[in-house]
């Protein structure tokens, strides 16, 4: 007779997502039959068997400190059970079964300066990269962008007052490991100059052949210089991503007078209405003049400002330039049309269709 097998435990991989449910979503699970928005920030979502479960979104910062960590968790203690979860645009929401501690919850939340919204026609937190806090080649600091723009758009946040939800995102460099390329709005920043080529160095630091292997555009070649083996690269093929310096530190990006920061607005990844879209170029260069981006701030907040002000109820940002066109967008924000603006980049395919909607 076989011995019944022993489930192992592990701490390889992450625990099922079951042990963190609430009881209320776990017992409903699959049977939810509707949700509506009852204030700004604050959610619910009805069964068929008639149980409720509230949810109250508020921002918090990407980068936590182990201070607001456990604010977050004493008051999920004390008014939801111990039950909190984090969503893809890092904001905090409350999962509640009691609907009377909604209030006295974000009256807790705005005393400790946190506030309750982003659901529905608002902007949402904004979902960012690392930036200079902890990327080695960013072009910009993404925590610190997200700071300045919150600041400047905080209503937009708290009140549902604009034609449809805009998602902001930020990526410091364009690797983006943030959602910069399908955002109504997005910041990216950019590297302008190749990387600076340590001969010296990289014969000790770096493998040429994964070295080479690394540039998308074959641009790195290799070569000798004064007689040993390194690497030279072509500038006309470069496109400043970087990616070499991440398997050879001896090809340094950074550079704090010609990196900075573009903007991009039009994207979705949203089916309804219209197909998803990719951004689009709307500024191409701006400064990096922390601590406050005055140039990138106020350039979003024009963009916001328009759109709130000029597009149609349910337009995303994306919809209402396309609606009104392009020239007059530019001519509306005063953004310079410029060369860059124009893709002239050889796997652009331009013409392929990005989209499951196909037209018969």
Same mark, same amino acid.
């Given at each position: 007779?076989?011995?019944?097998?022993?489930?192992?435990k592990t701490d390889i991989g992450p625990p099922h997502y079951e042990k963190f449910l609430h009881p209320i979503i776990k017992e409903n699970y699959g049977k939810w039959k509707y949700h509506e928005v009852v204030k700004a920030g604050v959610l619910v979502h009805v069964s068929e068997t008639g149980a409720k479960?509230?949810?109250?979104?508020?921002?918090?910062?990407?980068?936590?400190?182990?201070?607001?960590?456990?604010?977050?968790?004493?008051?999920?203690?004390?008014?939801?059970?111990?039950?909190?979860?984090?969503?893809?645009?890092?904001?905090?929401?409350?999962?509640?079964?009691?609907?009377?501690?909604?209030?006295?919850?974000?009256?807790?939340?705005?005393?400790?300066?946190?506030?309750?919204?982003?659901?529905?026609?608002?902007?949402?937190? #904004?979902? $960012?990269?690392?930036?200079?806090?902890? @990327?080695?080649?960013?072009? =910009?600091? %993404? /925590?610190?962008?997200?700071?300045? &723009?919150?600041?400047?758009?905080?209503?937009?946040?708290?009140?549902?007052?604009?034609?449809?939800?805009?998602?902001?995102?930020?990526?410091?460099?364009?690797?983006?490991?943030?959602?910069?390329?399908?955002?109504?709005?997005?910041?990216?920043?950019?590297?302008?100059?190749?990387?600076? #080529?340590? $001969?010296?160095?990289?014969?000790?630091? @770096?493998?040429?052949?994964? =070295?080479? %292997? /690394?540039?998308?555009?074959?641009? &790195?070649?290799?070569?000798?210089?004064?007689?040993?083996?390194?690497?030279?690269?072509?500038?006309?093929?470069?496109?400043?991503?970087?990616?070499?310096?991440?398997?050879?530190?001896?090809?340094?990006?950074?550079?704090?007078?010609?990196?900075?920061?573009?903007?991009?607005?039009?994207?979705?990844?949203?089916?309804?209405?219209?197909?998803?879209?990719?951004?689009?170029?709307?500024?191409?260069?701006?400064?990096?003049?922390?601590?406050?981006?005055?140039?990138?701030?106020?350039?979003?907040?024009?963009?916001?400002?328009?759109?709130?002000?000029?597009?149609?109820?349910?337009?995303?940002?994306?919809?209402?330039?396309?609606?009104?066109?392009?020239?007059?967008?530019?001519?509306?924000?005063?953004?310079?049309?410029?060369?860059?603006?124009?893709?002239?980049?050889?796997?652009?395919?331009?013409?392929?269709?990005?989209?499951?909607?196909?037209?018969?």
């Open positions: 007779m076989v011995a019944p097998a022993v489930k192992r479960i509230f949810s109250v979104r508020a921002a918090s910062p990407r980068l936590l400190s182990s201070t607001t960590i456990l604010l977050f968790c004493d008051l999920a203690d004390k008014y939801s059970g111990g039950y909190l979860r984090f969503t893809s645009r890092n904001n905090v929401e409350f999962m509640l079964d009691n609907e009377a501690n909604i209030d006295p919850l974000i009256n807790e939340l705005k005393q400790n300066n946190i506030p309750v919204g982003g659901t529905k026609n608002t902007i949402s937190n #904004i979902v $960012h990269t690392q930036g200079w806090v902890h @990327c080695h080649s960013s072009a =910009t600091d %993404a /925590s610190g962008l997200v700071k300045v &723009i919150m600041d400047d758009l905080f209503e937009y946040f708290t009140e549902m007052t604009l034609p449809h939800k805009v998602k902001i995102a930020v990526a410091c460099c364009l690797n983006m490991c943030g959602a910069v390329h399908c955002s109504d709005i997005a910041i990216l920043g950019v590297h302008r100059r190749p990387p600076k #080529i340590e $001969h010296k160095n990289l014969k000790n630091m @770096c493998e040429i052949p994964s =070295t080479v %292997a /690394s540039c998308p555009t074959a641009a &790195i070649r290799p070569t000798y210089v004064d007689g040993k083996p390194s690497v030279t690269i072509d500038e006309d093929r470069c496109m400043f991503c970087g990616n070499c310096f991440s398997v050879c530190p001896a090809m340094p990006i950074a550079d704090p007078l010609n990196d900075g920061v573009s903007i991009w607005v039009g994207g979705k990844v949203s089916n309804a209405r219209t197909q998803p879209t990719f951004t689009k170029l709307a500024i191409p260069y701006l400064p990096n003049n922390p601590p406050r981006w005055t140039e990138v701030t106020c350039a979003v907040k024009k963009i916001v400002t328009l759109y709130a002000q000029d597009a149609q109820k349910y337009e995303r940002v994306g919809e209402w330039i396309e609606r009104i066109g392009w020239p007059r967008f530019f001519e509306l924000t005063g953004f310079e049309f410029t060369k860059e603006h124009i893709d002239d980049f050889k796997h652009a395919g331009l013409t392929y269709r990005r989209t499951t909607q196909m037209k018969f």
